[in-house]
Structures are given as structure tokens and as C-alpha cells.
């Protein structure tokens, strides 16, 4: 059993930065796959950016290269998320998951969750 939280959401303006973080804990060492998802009010969760746990690569989805950042700290079982630049159209809650599969851009590839963390971006 994984469980993850979510922490260092909330209200900023247009063109700050935020820095989320997830922390795990249980038996994660067979989820290789650690990633960022955003759920929109009455949409699905999309996918934000991804890392793996033991080998060099990071992906980001198209609308976040350039201003989203996320690394990992191994050692205290914690992937972060900088935001910078953040825009309104990055607003939604933000979701850590990790999974066993290759795949990093679609939610069937996760299997732990956590629950969320709010990021609101006004204009």
C-alpha cells in the first residue's frame, strides 16, 4: 500500500510561482513512475509533467515546457512540482500519482493517488 499528500498549493497572480510537493510513504520502490495530473471543474484529470523514480527523464505536457520544473528527493520520498509564470489557465487541483507502467500521460498508467492540492491563479 502507497499513500500520498499533496502539499504547497493556494492563491497567487498571474506571473508568480508556486512549488507543490508529494510525499509518499509504503512499499514505492515498484512504482517507477512519479507524476503531476490537474483536474478541472467537469473535466478529467490532464496530465502536467512526470519523472522517473531510479533513471534520468522528465516529460511535460506541451502547455507547461519552460515553466514547470519537477525533480525528486529519493531519499526523503518527495517529487516536486515548481510552478513559474503561472497563468489562470494553470488553476485547478493538482494531483501526485505514481505507477508501475512505462506510460506517463494518461491516468490508467497510475495506480496510487493522492488527494489534491488547490492552485488558484487569478488574472
Known amino acids: 500500500q502507497v499513500q500520498l499528500v499533496e502539499s504547497g498549493g493556494g492563491l497567487v497572480q498571474a506571473g508568480y510561482s508556486l512549488r507543490l510537493s508529494c510525499t509518499s510513504s509504503?512499499?514505492?520502490?515498484?512504482?517507477?513512475?512519479m507524476g503531476w495530473f490537474r483536474q478541472d471543474p467537469g473535466k478529467g484529470r490532464q496530465f502536467v509533467a512526470a519523472?522517473?523514480?531510479?533513471?534520468?527523464?522528465?516529460f511535460y505536457a506541451d502547455s507547461v515546457k519552460g515553466r514547470f520544473t519537477i525533480s525528486k528527493d529519493n531519499a526523503k520520498n518527495t517529487f516536486d512540482l515548481q510552478m513559474n509564470s503561472l497563468e489562470p489557465e494553470d488553476t485547478g487541483v493538482y494531483l501526485c500519482?505514481?505507477?508501475?507502467?512505462?506510460?506517463?500521460?494518461?491516468?490508467?498508467?497510475?495506480?496510487?493517488w493522492g488527494r489534491g492540492t488547490q492552485v488558484t491563479v487569478s488574472s
Open positions: 500519482a505514481v505507477g508501475r507502467l512505462a506510460g506517463v500521460a494518461e491516468t490508467s498508467y497510475y495506480d496510487y
Open positions: 509504503g512499499r514505492t520502490d515498484g512504482f517507477p513512475t
Open positions: 519523472i522517473r523514480r531510479n533513471t534520468p527523464g522528465t
